[in-house]
């Protein structure tokens, strides 16, 4: 085996109240890694960064790729030295989990060039482990609810963080999510130091009943209550909205578009839609762009589902 491409998809986090502990994994949306043999003695190294006009760290001990590929090594006990090379296909900054996508696919990659083949599952659980490692990298601390879901597909639930416990949800296969991705950014870290310390108990309280509602309307297939429930954060979507310009209206938009609901995809800015339908999404991505036009912002959509196969091998060593 002379090298192996990963990809792993796009994701997004919080959906709503569920704010570091829940998250899913979108079609269309994703990065590749392409990992080769590299120097005696090297370990891990990035030979290149493609498609990311030029944003994302070169150095490996700054990109999560290679971070993640370097750590997921050192938990299989299994030591290597490889090139990486990290094809950019999710928008950085954007809210879609473009630190997490290039983690998990830089881990597989690595992993399974240097295991010689696939997985197992006790292999997938290091490679978990070490991407939310490497996504201290980006955010400042590890969370998962990126990696998770763009290492297992579908929707995650994250109950505990210590030790990690990740509960799959059902995926409601009509279910359509169109992002809108404005053309400023910021950073997950910039985005989490706006956040309190401590919140109201009246808040916690109705996240707790909306979080509690969304994982019911994922086990029922019902779109309505999932667009309801996320559409109710009292504690980080009021606050990430400011950072936002032209939230409100974007968001006022797609609904009247027909979304069932609308939330900040992430970390922000990138803001999501919900719907049952191809046709309304087509409608509300174009009213979401339209809205952040009227802002003077320049904003693209993307219309995906949930892409339940999470990370995997492509090209050559597809399966
Ligand atoms: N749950 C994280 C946050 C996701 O909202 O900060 C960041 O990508």
New binding site residues.
């Given amino acids: 085996m002379s090298d192996v491409t990963a990809y792993a998809p796009a994701t997004l ?2 959906l709503g109240p569920g ?2 502990v829940l998250g899913l994994a979108l079609t269309g949306l994703g990065d590749r890694v392409v990992a080769a043999h590299g120097e005696p003695g090297a370990g891990v190294t990035l030979d290149g960064v493609l498609n990311d006009a030029g944003r994302l760290p070169r150095t490996a001990g700054a990109n999560t790729a290679a971070v993640a590929a370097t750590l997921a090594l050192q938990a299989l006990e299994h030591p290597a030295d490889l090139r990486l090379t990290l094809h950019k296909g999710t928008p950085h900054g954007a ?1 879609l ?1 473009s630190s997490a996508a290039s983690a998990v696919a830089g881990a597989l990659a690595a992993a399974t060039l240097a295991l010689g083949g696939h997985l197992n599952d006790a292999g997938h659980r290091r490679l978990l482990d070490a991407c939310v490692e490497a996504e201290r990298v980006a ?1 400042g601390v590890p ?1 998962a ?2 990696v998770a879901p763009a290492l297992l597909g579908g929707v995650v639930l994250i109950r505990r963080y210590n030790p990690l416990e990740i509960l799959p949800l059902p995926a409601p296969p009509d279910l359509r999510v169109v992002v809108a991705t404005p053309g400023f950014s910021f950073s ?1 870290r910039e ?2 130091e706006v956040l309190p310390e401590q919140v109201r108990l009246s808040n916690a309280t109705s996240n707790s009943a909306n979080l509690g509602a969304l994982v019911a309307g994922f086990f029922r297939g019902d779109l309505e209550l999932i667009g309801r429930a996320l559409m109710d954060d009292a504690i ?1 979507e009021p606050i990430r909205a400011a950072m936002i310009p032209g939230y409100r209206r974007v968001k006022r938009a797609a609904l009247d578009a027909g979304a069932l609901g609308v939330s900040i995809a ?2 922000g800015p990138s803001c999501f839609a919900l719907t049952g339908s191809d046709r309304d999404a087509t409608r509300i991505a174009l009213a979401m762009e339209t809205a952040w036009a009227a802002e003077g912002v320049t904003a693209r959509a993307h219309v995906g589902a949930i892409d339940t196969q999470g990370a995997r091998l492509v090209g050559g060593l597809a399966g």
């Fill in positions: 986090a919080n704010y570091d809210g989990g955010a969370h609810d990126n997950s985005a989490r980080v992430g970390a």
